[in-house]
């Protein structure tokens, strides 16, 4: 700590102009679409040549946006609950579980994070094709749920190491059956690490393009849309849709800051 | 009740979830696998690594990784350092900067950039303006737009496992070597740079593999131009409905994700504890 006191050396604060320079290159995308998405022109420009609000009230006026948003929200709704269900028993299993082949069930709660989305994309396609599931929201929430299961797992399974397995024991020794110690007593010290499992698995299909663009059909997600607008027109309304998106994000991220066990656990 | 019953619970809790990954994760992906063989047939490996233009696209796909993982090797290292020695409150500041794009979803970012890299986009009006060029600089639908667009995405994986290394060092090594007459180069190059290189190199590890299988930013910023295994695949499977290729492909991608991340799974696990 003592090198603190010196002024920075000259090094240091050329690494800190480089940094300084790098940060604003991660901002630069986020500085530039907020501009364009109150522009006042028909066309993409930069910066804007006025100020109106028109691009929001296309998007809120036009029913195909609204219904794609809709669709997204049922989605995501369905993936968090789902995502935060299966990988909090599935967390439990693996961290006070005793059986044999318990490396084998963290290795496969996990493999979902090491297959590129590109494949998974294909692969449930592939079987969804099959099963006459394409097109279908179901089909959308199923795969994302798969999608999300993995940060489920990681996130509650380090916060359950941290509580002891005594107490469990404890209650259920003072009469409480299993399920109710688990309930009144393991659970209420997870809370933290539920909340961010569901805002983390709400958000991981929120966004999620890859897979959504497989599986949707006609009845797009809003991540479908959006990439379809991109691929197909230059007009402002997607920038607009973009800053709605981003204010979702903020929203549920800072509930979950808020709310959940922070920011840590998320990476 | 015997304390030393054989306790079942953890296993019935975890039968639901396996069963949901058994069907909707393994399942699916192992029928891929196989598709790729049907018939007893490699001729679908085959096409992937004789036909020039597919071995072509699959020596792009790496060439565009490395040049990806190097550029943001370049740019995390200063980042990380400063998130790593700066006063707490610059460095929350810092985080903030990383954080908010990272929590913006891909496509968002990915579409941003169209608006930075156009024609008649910010940077190229700059250039106008500063006399430096004197007509638009092609930066979108090519390898610079897609560069550009990839690193932006992939930083924050290289910025936080050469952090996570760079808290750990202990301040008094590079006290000590001062005090033994080093100059701060020395110090950086000979002490502190050699004890920051796991944490390079999974970092490095880490973006190269997801590198390979990117998508959405060749898809936007390529248009059409940049062709990587990624696009491959959903070409060869939404155009010309080529099952087995697709399916080749998708083996010779997951295969070499797996394989280098089994490989260097050691440093992984014993330097990067972000991921």
Redesign the interface.
Known sequence: MALRRKRPSLQRRAVYAVAGAVFAFLLLPLAVILPVSFTSADYLAFPPPGFSLRWYEAYFADPLWIAATLRSLAIAGAVTVLATALGTLLAYSIVRGRYPGRAVVSQIATAPLAVPTIVYSIAVYGLFSTLKLVGHWHGIALAHTVHALPFVVLIMGAALRTVDPAQEQAAMGLGASRFGAILRVTLPQLRPALVSSAFLAFISSFDELVIAMFLSGADMTLPKKMFDNIQMEIEPTVAAVAMIQIALAAVVLTLAARFGSGAKVLN | MSARRR?????A??A???L??GV??????L??LL?SVEGGSLAAFEKAATDALYVGVLIDTVKLSLIVAAICLA??Y??A??LA??SRLWAAI?FG?????F??????????????L?R???VN?LLLDLGIATGPVPLLNNEIGVVVGMV?VL?PYMV?PIYAVMLRID?DL??AAEGLGAT??RV?TRVYFPLTLPGAFAGSVLVFVIA??F??TPA?LGGGRVITI?LL??QQ?RQFLD?PF??AL?AL??AA??LI?GTFQRVLRGEAR?H
């Open positions: 306790d079942l619970g953890p296993l809790a975890g639901l979830p396996l949901f990954l909707l994760f393994l399942f699916p992906v029928r891929l598709t740019l995390a200063p980042v350092y400063f020695t700066a810092g900067c990383l954080l908010l794009p929590w913006t979803s891909i496509l968002v970012r990915t579409y941003a950039w169209t608006i930075v156009g008649n986009g910010l009006r932006h930083l936080f301040r590079a006290a701060p180069w950086f390979l299988g998508f959405i936007i990624g695949i959903e499977v099952w697709a399916a998708s991608l997951l994700a797996l991340q972000w």
